[in-house]
């Protein structure tokens, strides 16, 4: 479960970052016009629905193969409710905002009850180290959001289409290069590489087989 989520994190730090930056540009100079922006706040809140989806769904595949089947389907049943309560009570007064707002509080219900229910009734401890290792994930996030919020102006410039691919390629992929060398020494980054590379290994091999028949 720490493996995936730990990989899950690598992407969604990166491609929440490469939406949080390229979004305005693309909507307003590259498609329909500054007309058309919704606003960063609402784009903040579009990328952070994205992150705790992505970091969330690992969790979500224990519980689906760990037999808890009861649990899924009442927190299906709240978190839908919740969700439209929350978004509907909330876009009267912040638009499009409230309702990813209303949104992000379900995924969030969502996450927190998986973590508990799954560590226990399956594996019967304490999910205390899982939660903190979350919560560095989102801390680094966020501060790789405002760092690429920082330097999008600067790499986007005047605009046009080979610096929005230059902006995508900087924002995307700057974070994954520092949580890279933020975990280069860590455990959970090794094992990544091996389990990687011994897939890639093995299919290799399995090739080689297929085509010496």
Sequence with gaps: LRLSTFLFFLL???AG???????????GDLWLGPDYLLGTSVVGACVANLFLMMLSTPISMAM????????????????AILN???SVGMVKRWGIFGVLAGT???????????IYAFYRYCIDRSGRSYVVELMQYLLLGIAELALVRMIAQAVYGRGGILRFF??????AGLPLALNLIVY?????LRSMFALVFGKMLRLRGGSKKMRSR
């Design 12 to 14: 969604a730090a990166s």
């Design 17 to 27: 970052c490469g939406v949080y930056a390229a979004a305005e540009p693309f909507v």
């Design 64 to 79: 689906g193969v760990s037999g808890l089947f009861e649990q899924e389907r009442n927190l299906a049943v709240i978190s």
């Design 84 to 86: 439209m309560l929350l």
């Design 104 to 114: 992000f509080v379900a995924y969030l219900v969502q996450m927190c009850y998986r």
């Design 166 to 171: 230059l902006l995508c390629l900087v924002s």
């Design 184 to 188: 280069c020494k860590s455990q959970r």
